[in-house]
């Protein structure tokens, strides 16, 4: 497996970010293109519109031998349009790049017509519950993922990881299957251990079964920590702000901070028996550290348990 990482946390200039992430040995870049990413190190407009910027853009890449391993557009395309607008550009930006994977989160609507606030449901009662949830997959999500499937395959994509990240439709390997199963396998799972943590749920169990189903496209290097004091008498179920990190039942971490280089050698052993060897993607997003010291504390967790 190569490491790569997640751009958009890194806080510099792009010719910068390029030098800094070829100094620390990192092969791969996974490049955000608008929606909840500032897009930082990328014109998504400029880019996709003239060709000159588009090769000025790749060559810096290119010149420090840095490869594009995916584009990533995560945001809302089941509930806002201009987020499914970002999500199309960056297809067509992908054709024009030659980039196969795009990341991505899987959207969520609302919970029911006429309603415009996305409406997360993690319970099975009350009974309307489950009227929320016939009407979020079967009347929006499956309709309108079949459409961005058959955009994506127009321009050549050949897979979309969708991570499995909380106020999402697809938040566990159980809900990628079965968006997958309604429209067809260029959909498959980024698979981000920090979520699944927080959510009670096993990334090396998670790793086994997405690998069986041969839908594990991508991994987020990311972790979190449960917060002692904080997490036993409430739960693990927290709306406090993540900048509010000293009174949160849990936080992302710095990799390694949460869990430990054995935990990362075990997973990263069951992720390859799963059949994945492509990109560990580094996703930074410890506000407990200034951000280039998370980033190297990061990366220094990911060499050592994928020997690098």
Request: hydrophobic share 40%.
């Amino acid at each position: 497996m190569k490491l790569a990482i997640k751009t958009c946390t890194l806080d510099m200039p792009y010719t910068e970010m390029l030098d800094f992430c070829a100094a620390q040995g990192i092969s791969a870049l996974e490049i955000g293109t608008g929606n909840w990413s500032a897009a930082p190190h990328i014109d998504l407009d400029e880019v996709l519109s003239s060709e000159t910027a588009r090769t000025r853009w790749r060559d810096e890449q290119r010149r420090r031998g840095l490869e594009l391993c995916a584009l990533n557009c995560s945001g809302n395309p089941l509930a806002y349009e201009r987020d499914l607008e970002v999500t199309e550009k960056t297809f067509r930006l992908a054709s024009l790049l030659g980039v196969k994977k795009v990341v991505m989160m899987s959207g969520l609507p609302a919970g029911c017509p006429g309603d415009r606030t996305p409406a997360w449901i993690t319970t099975s009662w009350p009974p309307e519950t489950q009227d929320i949830l016939d009407y979020q997959w079967n009347e929006v999500a499956i309709p309108a993922w079949r459409e961005i499937v058959r955009k994506a395959e127009d321009c050549g994509v050949e897979r979309i990881a969708l991570e499995n990240h909380g106020m999402q439709l697809v938040y566990n390997p159980e809900t990628l299957l079965r968006l997958r199963e309604a429209v067809g396998p260029m959909v498959g799972m980024n698979l981000d251990p920090s979520h699944l943590f927080w959510m009670g749920g096993d990334p090396i169990e998670a790793a086994r079964v997405l690998g069986d189903a041969g839908a594990l496209y991508h991994i987020h290097g990311k972790d979190s920590r449960r917060e002692r004091g904080l997490w036993g008498p409430n739960g693990m179920l927290d709306t406090k702000p993540i900048e509010g990190f000293r009174r949160r039942s849990w936080n992302y971490v710095a990799v390694g901070a949460g869990h430990g280089v054995q935990w990362w050698q075990e997973f990263f052993s069951a992720v390859r028996m799963a059949g994945y060897d492509e990109e560990v993607s580094l996703e930074m997003e410890d506000l407990t550290l200034p951000m280039l010291e998370g980033h190297l504390a990061s990366l220094r967790t990911l060499k050592e348990a994928l020997a690098l």
